[in-house]
Each structure stands twice: as structure tokens, then as C-alpha cells.
């Protein structure tokens, strides 16, 4: 049994038979033999190794015929690779005496050496992995012949696994058959998430090397609700999520039903809102069916990922109309774009740089690109005619960043005018606290706008310097640490000292683990994930205040994170066994 | 059984990258005897197994012990130890 931890993006549990999708879509069958049939495998197995070996030597020689001879050297190191006898070895031991069918033992045996490789860390042997999985697919290229299995003829309902889902892979998906995703690589913007969450299955992502080290075959649970994938479970904790599965179910649909119109309220009556984060425009439909009071957090990444062109005024405009006719009258909070970090990127190709996550993203890139950010802005104010429209700045350092957003936002308004176009012109305009310096001097800031909205996921990165994908670091990361819940506590005393709204829309927000001490922080709007609002709600209405004080008071007097967390999730366990 | 042992350091600029593997593996791969390479004080690693040869990420100022077993154990290592210390051909 093996547990890898990524970033959960899409909830639930699933328990299956992992597909591990390689860059062309097939899947590695894992078989085992009848005795008899061995002699015939070992063959099979030999006669692809000659055939890519001859494969690789005309690819050479006709490398070496265009470019030269000292380009063509790699492939002498993978025609050695076909011949290697530790692989041999190892390949023939799988199938002589575990019985496996060459493709799997081909690719365990590759996949072994590529782990080993990675784990040494070293940057000049990162480009032989590479090479490994070259002559790895070549080789199984030739194992499977025509009896290729592709995405589209799946039979039995399988775990994807992937380096990470191209638009192309999950199009050619039967959904029937997928239970869950989990890739290497992504965010909660990543398409892999977008796509679990429409499709409401589980999904992990930024595992780092999850589709590499598990073979396809191996026998897999996905925990989407704490970003957690185990391979080869043994059999308590088979069990223990057989049962986490079946009431996660029940207890979801159950949920939604029960709490969809009635009000996120304590026991003794202090009332929170709760609005839905969301990436795409579809899913403003299942945020009001969870019961969403708004949109807390309209990503607008979505509308600049096509390919080519950024979308126009009036495309942008629609969209967010679009948004406003199925809220009916609910808020909606348009974020400008954020692209940068591990966000999606612009059709046009931006300049490489060292340090993205502290380099040219987000406002700062808005503020770059003024005649991109302008044609936002008036789409923004247009829509503002149409609803209750609110105007979020992400990643905001400083006050003059915000004068300036504002000095911006002014000059579409007078554009506006002279145009005589329509738009409200009292739009809420708010700030993202995502910086630490914002957090620091939110009382200042708190004086020059209409709401914050806290944003946990780059506030816990920036306080505590963990980039929370990488997964060197990425168990540094902690939401609970002292820091990060003195700033939290600070940017909600400065907004209701100035009177204004503070949300809170990062992944802590959606979390029920967190609730209560988000609550004891004396946050009373929290924004995340549609299908996460039931059961936020939940633990609103089961929750008094004075429990609330009570954890709180406990949870900021402890100096380990884990602790903290620890005490946190007992606490939510007792409050409401059911989700946990 | 007729054994053989040097060590060379490594001194070409890149170390053992892919292709001087590859040339390690192609002359070892001649010989009937058993041949292993260790960095420093590392594991054994099979001379005639490119990936082994690689897993040794033998950067340039690495000590290569090379170690033949066999009855042509001593032109194994010879020619081998002679590839590395003329860094490969690598100018």
C-alpha cells in the first residue's frame, strides 16, 4: 500500500481499476498468464524488442543523415536501452514467475528505473526520464500491435490517470465509465478539475508523478475530499472507504435536498452567507442548485483559455449577463483576470520567467496590458446595468495598486458615458487578500474599498514561502499555521472595523474542517465550490457561537499547525459525523 | 577466476550523460566478463546495463571504481578505464 497526497479538486471517493492514459490515449493492460502460456509471452516480448531496436536504428540512421552524427547519439543510448539486461531481467522474472503479461511487466520494469532516476534529483538525469518513456511507449507500441485499447472503447468503469487531461483526452471520455481522475500535474483550475466537477467525480491533481509510478491494472482508491490517492490498499482500508463511499453518496444527495432553502444560521441565530466559487459559466446553474446565495467568485481565466484570440467586449459582456439571468437577482462577484502561476495562460505566448508566482501575474498583468484590461472593465460595467454586480482586483500588494485599478475603472466609466452606455455607477469594487503585505496593512486598505475577499490559497503560499505543487515543499503548507491565522484574524477585524464585507473565497472556505474557526474569526461570508455549500451549511446550523468561541480560542492558542488541524477535524468529526 | 579493478576519475565536462554510457555499455557489452562500475563508495552497478550505468550519476570529478570478473577481466577494464581517462573523445 502506497499513499500519495495531491490537491483535492473535485469530491467524492472512488474505488477502481487505474487507466493510465499515456500521451497517445492507450492503456497498459495488466493480465495474468495461464502457465502454459509463458513461453509464448517471453517470445512476444523478445520480438518486440528486436522490432523496436530496428525501429530505433533506421530512426538513427536517418537522424544522422539530416542533422548529424552527434544528434543522433541519443539513439544509441536507447538501443541500449532495449537491450539492457537488468530490464531483460527484470521483464522475464515478472513474466516467468508472476505470471504478468509483457506490457505490464515492460512497463513496471521502465517505470521503476524512472522513479529511481527522478528521486535522484539530479537535473542532467530529469532528460533520460524522458528517454525512458520513449523507448518505453515504443516498446509497448509494438506489444500491443492492433489490440490497442483506447479511451473510447472502455468496457469496465476505470480510474484515469494521466500526466494531465488534454481538452482532446476528456472529450473522447465515456463519462459511464470514468469514476475518477488524478494527474500528475494542475491546480483547481486545471482542466482535469473543471471537468471532475462537472461531472461530479472524484478527482486528485498535482501528484506529481502519479501516472509514472502506478502501472495500469494496479487497484487504486481516489479521496477526492482530502486529495489523497492510495495505490494497493490492504483491506481495512478497502473497507474503510467502501463505507466512506456509499454514505458520501447518500449523505450528499440527502444534504442538498434538505438544506437547499433554508439559511446557513448557528443554533443561536448569527447568520453567515454562503456564495459558490466558479471557474466556468455552466456551472453558475449548479451553484443556485446547491443553494448558493451569489457568486462569490466569477474566475474569468475561462474566457481568455480559448485558443487565439482573447474574447471580445461584447463576448465578455454576454457571458456575464448570462451569469445574472440565472442568479435571478443574486450577486455576482466578476474577478479580473488572473492568469499567472499555475493559472491559465493567454493564447499569445508570455516571456519565461524565473519566479512566475512572484513575477508579472494577475493586476500586475492587467496593468501591463491596458487595452486587454480596458475591454474588461467596460465589459464588467456593462453587465453591472443587468444585476448585482461587484468588481474584484486579485492580488493586490499596496494602496496604489488600488488607486490605480480605480483610476482605470473611472476612465471605462467616463469612456461609458460619452458612449452613452448604461452602468451602475456605485459598482462594489473589491480586493483580493492574497499578499501578506495586504493582509498587513488591510486596515488601511479597508478605507478605499467596498469588500475584500480573502484569498487563503495564495495568502498560505506568499506567508509561509511553500509552493504547495511542489511536492518537495508542498507538505510545508499549512492553512493552520500561527501566521497565517494571526493575518486571517486581522483582515477580518480591519473590514468589519471599516464596516465592510470581508468573504473569505479560498480552498479553506470550502472545507468544513475549517468552519468553525473561520467563523470564531468572526467571518461571516464564505464562497467555495458549489457542491461544498451543503455541507458548510450543515455545520453552520448544527454550530452555536459559544462552541464556535470555545474551538477558536483553542485552536489560536496552539503553535503546531498539524496540531491545530488535528483538534480541528475532531472537532468537525464531533459537530457532524456524517461528513467525515 | 582472473579479477581486474581500477579507478579512474571522471573528467570530461558533462560526466556520464547518455552517450558516454552508451560507449561504456558498448565495450563492456564485448567482453565475457562480469563488469561493474561504483562512484566513490557507491553500489555496484552493472557495466553492461545502460540505465545502472546511469542510476551512477557520475559527474564530472567522480572516482569510477571499474571491476571485471572473468578471463578477459583485465583488457575489459583497461579499455574502459582508457575511454574514460581520454574523456570520451569528448574535445
Known amino acids: ?96 514467475e508472476q505470471r504478468f503479461n509483457a506490457e505490464y511487466a515492460v512497463s513496471r520494469a521502465f517505470r521503476r528505473y524512472a522513479w529511481m532516476f527522478r528521486s535522484m534529483g539530479d537535473e542532467h538525469l530529469s532528460l533520460r526520464v524522458s528517454d525512458l518513456y520513449d523507448v518505453e511507449k515504443r516498446l509497448l507500441r509494438h506489444l500491443l500491435g492492433q489490440k490497442r485499447e ?90 474503510k472507504y467502501e463505507g466512506l463511499s456509499t ?27 454562503l456564495m459558490a466559487n466558479i471557474e466556468l459559466p455552466e456551472e453558475v446553474e449548479s451553484a443556485v442548485r446547491y443553494g448558493a446565495e451569489g457568486i462569490g467568485l466569477y474566475r474569468t481565466e475561462f474566457l481568455y483559455a480559448r485558443e487565439g484570440a482573447a474574447p471580445t467586449e461584447m463576448e465578455q459582456f454576454k457571458a456575464y449577463v448570462h451569469a445574472l439571468r440565472t442568479l435571478s437577482g443574486r450577486p455576482l ?92 455607477k456605485d459598482l462594489p469594487v473589491g480586493i483580493m487578500i492574497e499578499v501578506p503585505s495586504a493582509a498587513l496593512i488591510a486596515d488601511r486598505l479597508a478605507k478605499e474599498v467596498q469588500f475584500f475577499s480573502i484569498g487563503t490559497n495564495d495568502l498560505v503560499q506568499y506567508t509561509l514561502a511553500v509552493d504547495r505543487v511542489n511536492e518537495r515543499v508542498a507538505n510545508l503548507y499549512k492553512p493552520t499555521h500561527p501566521a497565517v491565522l494571526r493575518l486571517l484574524k486581522h483582515v477580518i477585524q480591519s473590514g468589519a472595523d471599516a464596516g465592510i464585507r470581508v468573504n473569505l473565497c479560498g480552498e479553506m472556505s470550502g472545507d468544513p474542517v475549517y468552519t468553525m474557526l473561520l467563523l470564531g474569526l468572526g467571518l461571516r461570508s464564505m464562497s467555495a465550490s458549489p457542491f461544498a455549500i451543503p455541507e458548510l451549511k450543515k455545520v453552520i446550523r448544527t454550530v452555536s457561537m459559544d462552541e464556535v468561541r470555545e474551538t477558536t480560542e483553542k485552536a489560536l492558542a496552539m503553535d503546531d499547525p498539524d496540531q491545530t488541524s488535528a483538534f480541528l477535524s475532531e472537532r468537525a468529526r464531533q459537530i457532524l459525523p456524517e461528513a467525515f | 577466476m582472473p579479477e581486474a579493478v581500477r579507478e579512474v576519475p571522471v573528467t570530461n565536462q558533462y560526466g556520464l550523460h547518455a552517450r558516454p554510457a552508451s560507449r561504456i555499455v558498448g565495450i563492456a557489452s564485448r567482453y565475457r566478463s562480469e563488469v561493474t562500475l561504483a562512484n566513490g563508495s557507491g553500489r555496484a552497478v552493472n557495466a553492461k546495463s545502460i540505465l545502472d550505468v546511469l542510476t551512477l550519476a557520475a559527474a564530472s570529478g567522480a572516482n569510477l571504481t571499474i571491476r571485471a570478473v572473468g578471463d578477459d577481466a583485465e583488457q575489459a577494464v583497461a579499455e574502459i578505464a582508457g575511454l574514460i581517462e581520454q574523456k570520451f573523445g569528448e574535445t
Open chain 1, 333 to 424: 462577484v466578476v474577478r479580473t483576470l488572473d492568469v499567472g502561476g499555475d493559472k491559465v495562460m493567454l493564447g499569445e505566448s508570455q516571456p519565461q520567467e524565473p519566479n512566475p508566482i512572484l513575477g508579472c501575474r494577475s493586476l500586475r498583468f492587467s496593468f501591463q496590458h491596458p487595452a486587454l484590461f480596458r475591454i474588461q472593465l467596460r465589459a464588467v460595467l456593462r453587465a453591472s446595468a443587468f444585476g448585482d454586480v461587484r468588481i474584484l482586483f486579485p492580488m493586490v500588494s499596496g494602496l496604489q495598486e488600488i488607486d490605480r485599478a480605480k483610476d482605470l475603472l473611472k476612465a471605462a466609466m467616463e469612456e461609458l458615458d460619452r458612449e452613452g452606455i448604461l452602468y451602475n
Open chain 1, 1 to 96: 500500500m502506497e499513499i500519495k497526497k495531491g490537491i483535492a479538486v473535485s469530491p467524492g471517493y472512488a474505488i477502481g481499476e487505474a487507466f493510465v492514459l499515456d500521451s497517445e490515449s492507450y492503456r497498459i493492460p495488466k493480465r495474468v498468464l495461464a502457465p502454459a502460456m509463458l513461453e509464448a509471452e517471453t517470445e512476444r516480448y523478445r520480438k518486440a524488442c528486436e522490432a523496436a531496436s530496428a525501429e530505433v536504428a533506421g530512426v538513427q540512421a536517418s537522424f544522422e543523415k539530416k542533422v548529424g552524427k552527434a544528434y543522433a547519439a541519443i539513439f544509441e543510448a536507447h538501443l541500449w536501452m532495449l537491450k539492457d539486461p537488468q530490464i531483460h531481467a527484470e521483464v522475464l522474472r515478472r513474466i516467468r
Open chain 1, 247 to 273: 454514505s458520501f453518496r447518500a449523505f450528499g444527495k440527502r444534504l442538498t435536498s434538505e438544506l437547499k432553502d433554508v439559511p446557513a444560521v448557528t443554533k443561536d441565530g448569527t447568520r453567515v452567507e
Open chain 1, 150 to 239: 483506447s479511451l473510447t472503447t472502455l468496457t469496465d468503469p476505470v480510474i484515469i490517470l494521466a500526466h494531465d487531461l488534454t481538452p482532446s483526452q476528456t472529450a473522447s471520455l465515456d463519462p459511464k465509465k470514468v469514476i475518477a481522475f488524478a494527474t500528475d500535474v494542475g491546480g483547481r483550475t486545471s482542466h482535469t478539475a473543471i471537468v471532475a466537477r462537472a461531472l461530479e467525480i472524484p478527482a486528485v491533481v498535482g501528484l506529481g508523478t502519479v501516472s509514472t509510478d502506478i502501472s495500469g491494472g494496479d487497484r487504486i482508491v481516489i479521496d477526492g475530499n482530502r486529495g489523497v490517492v492510495i495505490i494497493s490498499p490492504d483491506g481495512e482500508t478497502l473497507k
